[in-house]
């Protein structure tokens, strides 16, 4: 490969980053750590209730059009990854754990059980408009149990 088809590549891999570099290092990131955060970092964290009860672990980030980081997807249930339910949760849902070692987010147990979620072969179409507020009005009624 010549120099030039080289710096071709990597200049069309930086751009192709940046939306997830500025995603992450936004004020749109988990609250109450030091960030920015790697997509690395997030990714496969387990995620506990304030009560302290496994609610399960983060799949993905879903970034939206402008680079910010909307949902962390958050798989529950099941047994070895078989039959877990997917969770689209907002980002900012989510915060550090004192230790830092897990997530955090304030939803009882039964409540999480009960949110609108898909599988792994049928996501939702996360750009239209009714899912996404339907996800934003389930999530806000959890601040208010």
């Known amino acids: 490969m010549k120099i030039s088809q080289l710096s071709?590549?990597?200049?069309?891999?930086?751009v192709l980053m940046a939306p997830v570099s500025y995603a992450i290092a936004d004020d749109h990131r988990v609250q109450?750590?030091?960030?920015?955060?790697?997509a690395?970092?997030?990714?496969?964290?387990?995620?506990?209730?304030?009560?302290?009860?496994?609610?399960?672990k983060i799949e993905e980030l879903a970034i939206g059009s402008t680079g910010k980081v909307?949902?962390?997807?958050?798989?529950?249930?099941g047994i070895l990854g078989m039959g877990d339910k997917l969770f689209a949760v907002p980002f900012t849902s989510l915060a550090h754990s004192?230790?830092?070692?897990?997530?955090?987010?304030?939803?009882p147990q039964k409540k999480?059980?009960?949110a609108p979620g898909f599988n792994t072969t049928d996501w939702p179409d996360m750009s239209d408009t009714q899912w996404r507020s339907d996800i934003s009005e389930f999530y806000q009624s959890t601040e208010r149990h």
């Not at 690395?40 to 399960?56: A, M, R, W, Y």
């Not at 004192?98 to 939803?107: C, F, P, Q, S, V």
């Open 8 to 14: 071709t590549c990597a200049g069309l891999v930086c």
């Open 40 to 56: 690395s970092e997030l990714i496969g964290k387990s995620v506990e209730n304030l009560q302290g009860d496994n609610l399960g």
């Open 32 to 38: 109450g750590g030091q960030g920015p955060y790697r």
């Open 70 to 77: 909307e949902y962390a997807v958050l798989s529950y249930g």
């Open 112 to 114: 999480l059980e009960n």
């Open 98 to 107: 004192r230790d830092g070692d897990n997530l955090t987010m304030d939803i």
